[in-house]
């Protein structure tokens, strides 16, 4: 699981927000302001089947990571948290 969901940072990460897009999903801000120093993101890769292929990223390490537990819960109140 991205760490991002348990960081104060995570509506103002330009990393987050990079994530955010390669899942094709909604932004917490159009506009991020903060660069995270030194994040680490894992890519996993499936073949769903001969032609499909998903990958899921991930940020499993960062220098900036300031916790935050449930943040992302927080700007998303109701919705589930991504995995």
Known sequence: MC????CE???????????????EQPHLTDSPDFEAVNPTVNVNIRH???TTIEMEWDVVGCESFY???????????GELVPT
């Open 3 to 6: 760490i991002c969901v348990n």
């Open 67 to 77: 916790e935050s537990v449930g943040k992302w819960s927080l700007l998303r109140p």
């Open 9 to 23: 940072y995570v509506d103002r990460c330009q990393t987050y927000h990079a994530v955010e897009e390669q899942h």
């Open 48 to 50: 769903v089947d001969l």
